[in-house]
């Protein structure tokens, strides 16, 4: 896997200061004028985000974490998505040609109902939550992003898994003129990633459509996309059109790259270090300076208690 490290940042890949300052006042100006109101901080973004990009929903508390947010600044220019180009500032660059409209997913194989979904009836199929998540980059980086969607549970229960159904697998969309990245040979395209099923059913995996109470840009994964908050970014698999429920574990992108570097379940384990460097610790994208120091990786990300017990028994140092 290609690797930029925080403090490997190029100084063309910072946002202008006049762009984040602009954002920063729209959101002052806002959060001004909620607290006239008397307005929570949620119902400020659906309030003022009047344009056609929003998407409102209420906060859930029992799935957010207290950690300082991301600025959206940060979350929208500093990205992996390979599909766009290798550097992390290429998806913001490029990802503006990604065509969502129109958009399905379908939900197939060990099934009882399987079905196609456009992204409208997605949008509707469940009430829209923020939920605030840390999201733990292989790479040692971190952020923490409220992200707008459900559970994937939602979703998978419309389809009736069959007693086959011991994993997920997920499938993201190729469009090989508005995304010149899939041209590279860095990966097999399409890009794919697996989880087990209870992982799948979770109430903390999510299939997310916005972020700070907006649609998706493209560069974060657009229109839909994972959000699995326990394990290593790449396993939240961006811009997806297929997902199959299957009776054996699907071989992941990565996996298939470089087995001996990723493996199937990419919990994120401060005890496991990659073979390249250290997973102990992280730098907090947008918060941490270069030379501030790292902050402590913690164990699941921190929501071991939520997901601990789907791995009792295993080894997490053989089963990486």
Not at 85 to 97: I, Q, R, T, V, Y
Not at 126 to 138: F, I, S
Not at 295 to 312: C, D
Request: contains cysteine.
């Amino acid at each position: 896997m290609l690797i930029r490290k925080p403090d490997d940042i190029l100084s063309s890949e910072i946002t202008p200061e006049a762009v984040w300052r602009s954002r920063r006042e729209l959101m002052l100006r806002a959060g001004l004028v909620a607290a006239a109101a008397g307005l929570p901080g949620w119902a400020a973004r659906s309030a003022f985000a009047q344009d056609a990009g929003a998407l409102p929903g209420k906060p859930n508390p029992a799935f957010s974490v207290m950690d300082k947010q991301t600025p959206l600044s940060d979350i929208t220019s500093y990205n992996n998505f390979y599909e766009f180009g290798l550097d992390k500032s290429d998806p913001a660059a490029n990802a503006g040609k990604l065509q969502t409209r129109p958009w399905t997913v379908s939900v197939e194989g060990e099934a009882g109902k399987p079905r196609t979904f456009s992204i409208e009836e997605l949008l509707k199929l469940a009430p829209m939550e923020e939920r605030v998540y840390r999201l733990r980059c292989v790479e040692g980086w971190s952020m923490v992003i409220p992200w707008m969607g459900y559970s994937l549970a939602e979703l998978l229960k419309q389809v009736e898994p069959t007693g086959n159904a011991k994993y997920v697998e997920f499938v993201t969309v190729v469009q090989r003129e508005n995304m010149r990245g899939v041209r590279s040979g860095v990966l097999d395209w399409p890009y794919v990633e697996g989880l087990r099923i209870d992982e799948a059913m979770n109430p903390l995996s999510m299939l997310v459509f916005g972020v700070y109470g907006k649609l998706l840009p493209g560069q974060n994964g657009a229109p839909v996309r994972l959000a699995v908050p326990w394990k290593y970014g790449f396993k939240s698999a961006k811009s997806l059109v297929k997902i199959r429920l299957v009776e054996k574990p699907p071989v992941s992108s990565w996996m298939k790259a470089a087995p001996q570097e990723y493996g199937f379940y990419a919990n994120v384990n401060p005890n496991v270090p990659h073979p390249r460097w250290s997973q102990a610790t992280e730098r907090r994208i947008g918060e941490d300076g270069l030379f501030s120091p790292k902050r402590k990786t913690l164990m699941f990300n921190g929501y071991g208690e939520q997901v601990a017990s789907l791995y009792q028994g295993m080894d997490l140092k053989a089963n990486y």
